[in-house]
């Protein structure tokens, strides 16, 4: 039996989570993280980490915030990103506190916790070298008919509440050692919070729709007599994944403790194979720097540039949908917005951030009020709220690295999330340059600017994609923003072109901060009924995967050093340095 280290570490928010570490004998450079399954805690991992009997990997598990040791309400989070969250910091955690490569790290996890690193796989795109998915519960049985709307419908009533989970010892496995030890646990949490079983299942469809985001090699073990989880979303998960290397096994009798059966040497076993060969094969990363020619993303951008048949379902909705878009929506400010100068345009996102419902009439507000509050343009503002955070954390870093805080904004539309951030950090140093292709724009963020009194920041008109222009901008920059600009072109030679003019007129160890839209739940309705700045033309968006994203960067010789997402998985804002000398 390997003997665990109690420990705890700092979460992202400061929390102090606990953890159990199986150090191995001699120092290595190999781990193995263990996610344990909703209501449990990383005790309940001691078998495995004996059974799985690699001696030269260190292996290590949390307690889930509101779990086991660590604080927090049982069975609660904020919400379903704040766990994701906890998992990226605690990944990062490891990999530096134990100085193991985050390439040299191999995630295992069951069940909640399968689906919670997939979904911080998906979003985040780590560098991992595998990972283990035992039981994902993509989709938990809920016997209760119409169980999620209802739980959705608690939600707008009691925003923190439970449910007491069902599932007796008995359903989990066949071993009465381990029905007797999980009956007995006292650290076993029964409750789980309702917008956490709803953002359960938010992520399950998300990861569902889109598995082909995920490339790092991935084993799933499967319960074939599993009454709490539904093997229909781990078969189509599993077929989605792009992962160059991927098994499933599915073990027939097993109940939905996969780990904790009477046979569970078996799947133990194939976990113990997989992690082996996957240290032996070289690093199986596939290259995305072509995704706008070929693959998943590219076929569902061109299915949406096709126009549907008016004698179509799908045809007559959304032309429905536009006709009342250009009608009684015109009442609401925000829809005139977006119709005059496009629903992507500088104008229309900062009245999104402004979000105060206008309109023609009481129904005109009410219309603008539900327009605002669409899932997407959540998204935009939480994404302002990343981005002002990124940004502040970096002029703070740059300047305690006696850099010179000179900041770049290549397409800024009227750079409120600039102009919001510098005003609260009048001590630094910091002179800002804000470009944008629209006069408009320009002249509008000039007004904003003056009108909160910044005499710290020039507006001036730019083109975005001229590498010749970028990489002349003088000063030069230490701090580059590109916010909501590459999400809008398909091409990715165009960022390449972009990127490269950055990397050469950027100081070396420089600071990049750019943003990404690797999914979004409404980017079939955005497209068939919602129109560009571009000419009127419909707003038809490319997904980039993060990977793919984060590797034009990377190609561009820049290294990531940390990310923020919402909590809807939408925009991600991230943060990467220029390698010295690249250019």
Known sequence: MRTAKECTFSSWDGTALFYRAWLADKPTDKAIILFHRGHEHSGRWQDVV???????????????????????????????????????????????EYKIPMQNIVVLAHSVGSVLVSTWVHDYAPPIRALVLGSPALRVRLYLPFAIPLL???????????????????????????IASYTADKLITRAIAVNILIGLYDAGTRLMRDAGAIQTPTLMLVSGADWVVKQSAQRQFFKGLSSPRKEMHVFPDFFHDTFNEKDNHLPIGKAREFI??????????????????????????????KPLSLFSPSGLVFALSRFMLKTVGKLSQGIRIGHAT????????????????????????????????????????????????????????????????????????HGRYVLDTLSQMPAYPVRALLRDYSPLNIESGMALATQ?????????????????SLAQIKPTPSIVIVSGLYELFP?????????????????????????????????????????????????????RTQAEMDQLVAAAGFEKMAMAIDEYGIFSVSVARKTAHRH
């Open 452 to 468: 909160m009194g910044l005499t710290n920041v020039t507006y001036e008109q730019g083109d975005a994609f001229d590498k010749k």
């Open 491 to 543: 091409d990715n030679e165009m960022i390449s072109t972009s990127l490269q003019g950055l990397a050469a007129g950027m100081a070396d160890d420089g600071y990049l901060i750019y943003t990404n839209q690797p999914w979004h739940p409404q980017v079939v309705l955005i497209a068939r009924t919602l129109t560009s700045h571009r000419n009127g033309q419909p707003w038809v968006m490319r997904r």
């Open 50 to 96: 004996d059974k799985l009997n690699l001696p030269d990997f260190s292996l290590f598990a949390w307690d889930a915030r509101g779990h086991g040791l660590s604080p927090g309400e049982r069975g609660y989070a904020e919400n379903f990103g704040v766990l994701l969250q906890d998992v990226d910091a605690f990944v990062h955690f490891i990999s530096v």
């Open 276 to 305: 082996l060969h996957e240290f032996v094969q070289p690093t199986a990363t596939p290259s995305l720097l072509n995704a706008h020619q070929v693959g998943y993303t590219k076929n569902e951008y061109d299915c949406l540039l």
């Open 152 to 178: 959705r419908l608690l939600l707008k009533v009691k925003p923190v509440s439970f449910v007491q989970s069902y599932v007796k010892a008995k359903l989990l496995t066949h071993d009465p050692v381990k």
């Open 342 to 413: 496009g629903f992507d345009s500088g104008t229309m996102l900062d009245y999104v951030y402004r979000n105060q419902a206008e309109g023609w009439t009481l129904l005109g507000k009410m219309i603008d009020r539900n327009y605002l509050d669409s899932i997407g343009w959540k998204g935009i503002r939480l994404r302002k709220q990343n981005l002002q955070k990124m940004l502040k954390q970096t002029i703070e870093r740059a300047h305690a690295e006696s850099k010179p805080l000179q900041l770049l904004d290549i397409a800024t539309g």
